[in-house]
């Protein structure tokens, strides 16, 4: 079935950087993982010189109803 657009949020998360890999992996698999119907539209990663990672700003669709 095709979605109206009227059944999608669209919402941007930004995270307090930088953050350890460990950290965004946990995040982004409860995401994955939550009772909403969502996909990440954006999202870029980028190594940090202290072993950490540099998350942009994500972009998420959530789907209601």
């Not at 079935?1 to 950087?17: E, F, I, M, Q």
């Not at 982004?28 to 969502?38: A, P, T």
Request: glycine share 4%.
């Amino acid at each position: 079935p095709t979605r109206r657009s009227s059944d999608l949020v669209t919402a941007t998360v930004n995270l307090s950087n930088p953050v350890s890999y460990e950290q965004a992996y946990i995040f982004l698999r409860s995401l994955e993982q939550g009772l909403f119907r969502m996909q990440i539209s954006n999202l870029a990663l980028a190594k940090d010189d202290n072993n950490g990672i540099t998350v942009s700003a994500l972009t998420l669709e959530v789907y209601t109803k």
